[in-house]
């Protein structure tokens, strides 16, 4: 993959930032951590359950033609057998007999050198697989292991027909999920990148053969749409890789790529499958998986259109992209020269939508209840304490595109300040257009 775009010095900072304000940090700390195991803070969260909200409202709500599912992490242990997860779900490794490092083959610019110590003596490849082993029920024995999930979609495929029953769905549809998968990754790195425990969002479309390319360019572009319009990543940092090299029974796939701080990465994956998936679960579950055409008065294994997409990935590219350092900015505010750090999230995953500040803490009650009100609309916090500037900062750190101020001449003219993020401009408000002008603004 290529490295040009690799920035440490931004990946030190995002880290920090988060770390700082609560957006992710090492899960159990305490303990000194827990590799490629990550914790969402308060501000972390909210803006995971927003792009986790956006994704199942433009995939899911807004289509009449896809259906939702939430299915359990553990299944049965078949499942992963019929996927291919136990056979074949695994990386190549080496190990480096002198300074002992474990390295993944296809990652070594040179397969026959250690890239730690540069030497040579390392043990020949094995396979190593990713899947998470666990037991069920109290013997801890051959027969009761079972697996948690190493991708959310192999449960779609298992439930497509009791899904259909229930929704009275014909082909073409999708079935999406959100939800944990688990890998255990030789080497989790890049911060949230690589992760052993992480949040996938996916949906499978299930259609004819013949139609098949069709819904796969479809989806292609309703996701690169969705990239551009609705998570405002600039074009120039998104990139389409074509796969060559494709799996037997796979008919086309691409991946969307970013720019992350370390250099360009995977975040979603668009692959039309063939039967592939379906097949193999008839084979595995001794069921016909196949789909009756009413119409058509003919019977046939669906065709499967996927697009997979991990929610820290995203995550992290957006806090990539839209991290700004600014030091002009502080001079048109009229404070101290530091570095104004912003965060320009779009406003519609921004953890915080709207700050309300009052100008001085004997307006807290009137500033208090306006809070409360715009709360109830959009993603809000009230801060009291400090400058007005100090506050602004706060809020630029973590990408609150709206500062709401509420000050003395509020109290006669029922009017507030509002301060755009970006622009850094202000602009009188009156209370009872605030709702209309920030839905607006915000592009709900
Ligand atoms: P990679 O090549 O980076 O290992 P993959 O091709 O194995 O990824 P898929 O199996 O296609 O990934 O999974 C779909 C999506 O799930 C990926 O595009 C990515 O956004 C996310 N994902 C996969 N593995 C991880 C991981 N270890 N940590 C975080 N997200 C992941």
Redesign the pocket.
């Known amino acids: 993959m290529a490295d040009e775009v690799s920035n440490p010095e931004l990946m030190d900072k995002i880290v920090s930032l988060c770390k700082r304000r609560g957006f992710v940090f090492p899960s159990s700390e305490v303990y000194g951590g827990f590799n490629g195991f990550w914790d969402y803070g308060p501000y972390g969260s909210r803006m995971k359950r927003a792009v986790e909200n956006l994704w199942w409202h433009e995939m899911v709500e807004t289509r009449d033609n896809v259906e939702g599912l939430d299915s359990t992490i553990i299944a049965n242990p078949t499942i992963w057998k019929a996927s291919g997860h136990l056979d074949r779900f695994s990386d190549l490794m080496t190990d480096c007999k002198h300074c002992k490092a474990r390295h993944r083959v296809d990652q070594m610019p040179d397969p026959k050198v250690c890239p730690n110590c540069g030497s040579t003596d390392l043990t020949e490849p094995r396979e190593f697989n990713l899947m998470m082993k666990t037991y069920v029920g109290p013997v801890f024995d051959d027969e009761h292991v079972a697996w948690l999930r190493a991708?959310t979609c192999q449960p779609i495929f298992v439930d497509f027909h009791s899904v259909r029953v229930a929704t009275r769905q014909k082909l073409p549809f999708g079935i999406a999920q959100i939800g944990k998968?688990f890998?255990n990754?030789i080497t989790?790195r890049n911060f949230?990148?690589?992760?052993?425990e992480?949040t996938?969002m996916?949906m499978e479309f299930f259609c004819d053969e013949k139609s098949g390319m069709e819904w796969w360019e479809y989806w292609k572009e309703q996701r690169i749409k969705y990239y551009r319009e609705k998570l405002m990543i600039p074009e120039d940092s998104m990139r389409i890789y074509v796969h060559e090299k494709l799996a037997h029974y796979a008919k086309a796939a691409v991946?969307i790529e970013v720019k992350f701080p370390f250099g360009w990465?995977?975040?979603?994956?668009i692959h039309h499958r063939g039967v592939w998936d379906m097949s193999q679960h008839s084979k595995f579950s001794g069921q016909d998986l196949s789909y009756f055409d009413q119409d058509a008065r003919e019977s046939f294994m669906p065709t499967v259109v996927e697009t997979?997409?991990?929610l820290?990935?995203t995550i992290l590219a957006l806090l990539g992209l839209f991290y700004d350092e600014d030091r002009a900015a502080t001079q048109k505010e009229g404070m101290e020269d530091d570095v104004r750090v912003v965060l320009h999230l779009p406003p519609l995953v921004a953890p915080i939508q709207v700050a309300v500040l009052p100008q001085s803490k004997k307006l807290k009650e009137n500033a208090y209840a306006l809070y409360k009100d715009i709360d109830r609309h959009f993603r809000s916090e009230y801060d009291e304490t400090g400058s007005i500037g100090k506050r602004y900062r706060r809020q630029d750190e973590i990408g609150t595109p709206y500062c709401v101020t509420f000050d003395f001449d509020s109290l006669n003219d029922n009017a507030v300040t509002v301060r755009d993020r970006d622009t850094m401009q202000q602009e009188r408000i009156g209370v009872t257009q605030l709702r209309d002008y920030l839905e607006k603004k915000i592009g709900i």
């Not at 949230?192 to 052993?196: L, P």
């Not at 990465?265 to 994956?269: A, H, N, T, Y």
């Open positions: 991708e998968a890998r990754e989790p949230t990148f690589r992760s052993r992480f996938q996916e991946d990465g995977e975040l979603e994956g997979s997409v991990g820290d990935r």
